[in-house]
């Protein structure tokens, strides 16, 4: 959270990688590239688990179409170990005053829900957007083991399941 700002894009759809990485990319276009015009590389923090897991060939493909490839940038990515997700800065500044913020409140409808994340602040001046995206994400996509050994990710020599780097493709890079 650079700024004190944060961003959350919520899902009406399910909740798979091309979901988190279209989420990434959203931001990237609305604030990454204002906050860091000339930035190459991103580092993403994620959880073990989940659409943005580490075991996730789907989260690897998407990460090297949508963020590599399309922009050209070095995309290095550092999972949490299951159960340590809570040591992420992200749960601290961002996530635990969002839980505060609508704790008791029944979230029926959309803008409610996107209301209280919006609304939520501390006393540091931390501000949030929030953004629905309304797409239909399919579950239970796969990328074959001949997918995976195209793309560009080359893993690190610490926790090499968890901590890895991928690159634009020089035959996909863009323009």
């Given at each position: 959270?650079?700024?004190?700002?944060?961003?959350?894009?919520?899902?009406?759809?399910?909740?798979?990688?091309?979901?988190?990485?279209?989420?990434?990319?959203?931001?990237?276009a609305?604030?990454?590239?204002?906050?860091?015009?000339?930035?190459?590389?991103?580092?993403?923090?994620?959880?073990?688990?989940?659409?943005n897991?580490?075991?996730?060939?789907?989260?690897?493909?998407?990460?090297?179409?949508?963020?590599?490839?399309?922009?050209?940038?070095?995309?290095?990515?550092?999972?949490?170990?299951?159960?340590c997700?809570?040591?992420?800065?992200?749960?601290?500044?961002?996530?635990?005053?969002?839980?505060?913020?609508?704790?008791?409140?029944?979230?029926r409808?959309?803008?409610?829900?996107?209301?209280?994340?919006?609304?939520?602040?501390t006393?540091?001046?931390?501000?949030?957007?929030?953004?629905?995206?309304?797409?239909?994400?399919?579950?239970?996509?796969?990328?074959?083991?001949?997918?995976?050994?195209?793309?560009?990710?080359?893993?690190?020599t610490?926790?090499?399941?968890?901590?890895?780097?991928?690159?634009?493709?020089?035959?996909?890079?863009?323009?």
């Amino acid at each position: 959270m650079i700024n004190n700002r944060g961003t959350v894009y919520v899902g009406s759809s399910a909740d798979t990688p091309q979901f988190a990485v279209d989420a990434i990319t959203r931001w990237g276009a609305d604030n990454g590239r204002a906050v860091s015009p000339q930035a190459a590389e991103v580092l993403i923090l994620a959880d073990a688990g989940g659409s943005n897991g580490y075991r996730s060939r789907v989260w690897k493909q998407q990460l090297q179409e949508q963020l590599s490839d399309r922009h050209g940038l070095t995309v290095t990515v550092c999972h949490y170990p299951t159960g340590c997700s809570k040591w992420n800065p992200i749960e601290h500044r961002l996530c635990s005053h969002i839980s505060l913020n609508w704790a008791g409140q029944p979230l029926r409808t959309w803008d409610t829900l996107l209301a209280y994340v919006r609304g939520t602040t501390t006393d540091t001046g931390l501000e949030v957007q929030a953004f629905l995206q309304d797409r239909l994400y399919e579950n239970g996509q796969s990328v074959s083991q001949a997918e995976m050994k195209t793309l560009n990710l080359e893993r690190h020599t610490v926790c090499p399941q968890w901590n890895y780097t991928i690159r634009s493709r020089p035959d996909r890079a863009p323009g």
